[in-house]
């Protein structure tokens, strides 16, 4: 029903991978069928120990997986990444820039985000206690040119920086006015 009026040109979702039960693909594939369908893939990382740490709820192969399915049902798929995870060197995040360049097929599309640490969040109340290195300004522009040279031609660059409630951003203090 959601996309059946004639003003609705198509269908975004933005999901966990462990979220994506056969039945599931198989309602998107239909629904692709009718208007176009892209989904935005929660991946943030390739490194199970970072995901673990931050209780992202589900492995790396759980995203092959998930990836695979809907790839493989026609989705037009957009990935989600987090750069400056706790614990994370660039090389680590340039690890899952370079897993994603290897995917066949290759991500539809990318949006790659600096982390924003926020109050009332348990990142936010770890930073405070104990701050973890996030990446400057300089550091995250290298960061996403590195990553715009290892991404294929093809895959859209849907977001390369984002913004956070700045009532609630702790940190990094650059991201909050970035004009």
């Known amino acids: ?36 369908v892209t989904v935005e893939l929660g991946l943030q990382t390739v490194h199970d120990r970072t995901a673990a740490r931050l209780n992202r709820g589900y492995p790396l192969s759980a995203f092959a997986e998930g990836y695979r399915a809907l790839k493989a049902a026609g989705i037009t798929v957009i990935v989600h990444v987090i750069f400056s995870l706790p614990g994370e060197t660039r090389e680590d995040m340039l690890d899952t820039v370079r897993y994603l360049a290897a995917l066949t097929p290759p ?14 969040t348990k990142l936010g109340e ?16 290298d960061l996403i040119a590195e990553s715009l040279r290892i991404l294929p031609p093809d ?17 990094p203090e650059w991201t909050r006015n970035k004009k």
């Open 107 to 120: 991500p539809d599309g990318v949006k790659l985000q600096m982390l924003h640490v926020l109050r009332g």
């Open 155 to 171: 895959t859209v660059q849907h977001r390369m920086t984002g913004d956070a409630p700045g009532a609630l951003l702790i940190a």
């Open 1 to 36: 029903k959601a996309i059946a009026p004639q003003y609705i040109v198509g269908l975004n979702i933005a999901t966990r991978p462990d979220c994506l039960p056969d039945d599931t693909v198989r309602l998107l594939q239909e629904l692709n069928a009718i208007k176009p």
């Open 126 to 141: 770890q930073y405070e206690t104990a701050p973890f290195p996030l990446r400057s300004l300089e550091e995250y522009a």
